[in-house]
């Protein structure tokens, strides 16, 4: 090796020392800036956050805007819905009412709702996801397109007593015996809020207003159609085409306790700082929120509105939910003993919430972490339509094997129906054969590339690849309709 070479080599060794020393001894809240930063100048990331260690903030920033037309700046004061970061203020309701000596977690729902179609069911199985009951927005979802007329035509709005009326009415069977085994579901949590209203005679609006919100001073919060409700803030998908389209919740849906509230990153903080401090509950009665049931000699992962889990590098008690809906992706994640805890809201729908989270705790904790991938499904489809297929066929040939960027057969799969869906066929096609190509084992991709020339109108590539698709999984009934179809 010449003296040119070698000291260049050693240069590139001491800038890659420096620069990993620099990145060690950055703060936990230069991390975290670094974080959201990267998160929002490529488009993964648009909202609040509030991140606190041992009570000491370490971040309380706004990232991007408050509207589509990025005239209007987020604060911490703007409001999100939470999607499904509703449940813990239904749990805590519950709770509330179980104080007052109202009811008990051991009740039959049968007790305070008498047409709930399922007598063996308890509350404390619907707090615990451990009922078995029927997930009500598959009903809702074969139906969206009769509710939606409905609302146009009449105004009517699908509440939760009609979900109610419609589950007695179908009484489909249990999944399984009511506290034999957990799964997520967003029915019981209905059930909740309707509990909630009968036992306090107030709205589910009001009651939450009246016992939990103003004591708290949380004026940024509140249900959705209600009529004392604010205005939440906007949310937004990007398109293919690069644009931000808006988001809405639907506008027949009024549903709420698995989700319908609305909050700022400013109020849940109050509502953190409450539950640490037992302003409305004891510590004895609110401790009870973090508790699981047994399972199967094992502990559930669910507690009252909270997933409980134990942190593996320290061993302490962690809470934490999500609340992902018609573009709000938003996350909580609390530390029970150590005053520890951070709160995302974001009104942007993206892919990376696991991602970002992962990094968030890693932060928190003083572990190394990785920035999220960028998403092929939103990086190619840019170059696609900016700069050409070709352009977006080399971008991928060259970045592939990078570590910055999500190839997986999954993101490229879904760059595919994104292509299919604006009628970018012969696009759609070039990356379903990437697919192929990158995974030739999955039986997925070949069923995908085969939709893709079935619309293009080749049959004979449409059929062979259905065959293999058939081929690598048996199970595949859409494949051996098609067949069927195709050779008949």
Not at 53 to 70: H, Q
Request: glycine share 6%.
């Amino acid at each position: 090796m010449n003296s040119n070479l070698v000291l260049t080599f050693f240069l590139s060794l001491l800038l890659s020392f420096f620069k990993g020393n620099a990145q060690a001894n950055k703060s936990r809240s230069e991390k975290f800036e670094n974080l959201f930063t990267y998160c929002y100048e490529n488009g993964i990331f648009n909202g609040n956050v509030i991140i606190k260690k041992d009570g000491n903030i370490l971040l309380n920033k706004s990232y991007g805007y408050a509207n589509n037309a990025e005239t209007k700046d987020l604060d911490n004061n703007s409001s999100f819905y939470l999607a499904s970061l509703s449940k813990q203020f239904t749990a805590f309701s519950i709770a509330l009412l179980e104080n007052d000596e109202k009811l008990n977690y051991d009740d039959l729902v049968q007790q305070h709702l008498p047409d709930f179609p399922y007598p063996e069911v308890k509350i404390s199985h619907l707090l615990y996801h451990t009922s078995g009951i029927p997930e009500y927005q598959r009903l809702i979802n074969k139906q969206r397109k009769q509710f939606n007329s409905r609302f146009e035509q009449t105004g009517k709005k699908v509440t939760n007593s009609e979900i109610a009326k419609i589950m007695t009415k179908v009484k489909m069977p249990l999944q399984f015996e009511s506290g034999s085994n957990f799964e997520y579901n967003n029915t019981g949590y209905v059930y909740l809020a309707l509990i909630v209203e009968k036992v306090s005679d107030n709205s589910f609006s009001k009651f939450l207003r009246t016992r939990i919100f103003q004591p708290l001073k949380m004026d940024a919060s509140g249900v959705i159609g209600d009529v004392n409700a604010i205005s939440t803030i906007p949310a937004f998908k990007i398109d293919v085409f690069g644009k931000k389209v808006e988001n809405t919740i639907p506008l027949f849906f009024s549903v709420y306790g698995d989700g319908g509230i609305y909050s700022s990153t400013s109020d849940l903080l109050k509502w953190d700082e409450s539950l640490r401090n037992h302003t409305i509950l004891s510590q004895d009665k609110s401790s009870i929120l973090f508790d699981t049931p047994t399972i199967k000699t094992k502990e559930g992962p669910y507690g009252m509105g909270w997933f409980v889990r134990k942190l593996p590098f320290n061993g302490a008690k962690a809470v934490t939910h999500s609340g992902v809906f018609a573009g709000y992706t938003n996350s909580m994640f609390r530390e029970i003993e150590s005053n520890t805890t951070s709160i995302v809201l974001s009104n942007n729908s993206h892919k990376s919430n696991s991602e970002i989270n992962r990094a968030l705790v890693r932060i928190l904790y003083d572990i190394p972490y990785e920035l999220p991938k960028l998403k092929a499904s939103t990086v190619l489809s840019k170059i696609i339509v900016s700069e050409g297929l070709k352009k977006a066929e080399s971008f991928y040939e060259l970045n592939k094997s990078s570590e910055k960027y999500d190839f997986s057969e999954t993101e490229i799969n879904r760059l595919g129906y994104d292509l299919l869906e604006i009628e970018k066929v012969n696009e759609a096609i070039t990356f379903f054969e990437m697919n192929v190509k990158a995974y030739p084992n999955s039986p997925n991709v070949y069923d995908s590339l085969g939709e893709a020339y079935l619309k293009q109108g080749n049959t004979k590539e449409a059929l062979k690849n259905y065959e293999i698709a058939l081929e690598k999984d048996p199970k595949n009934t859409n494949a051996k309709k098609i067949i069927e179809k195709l050779t008949n």
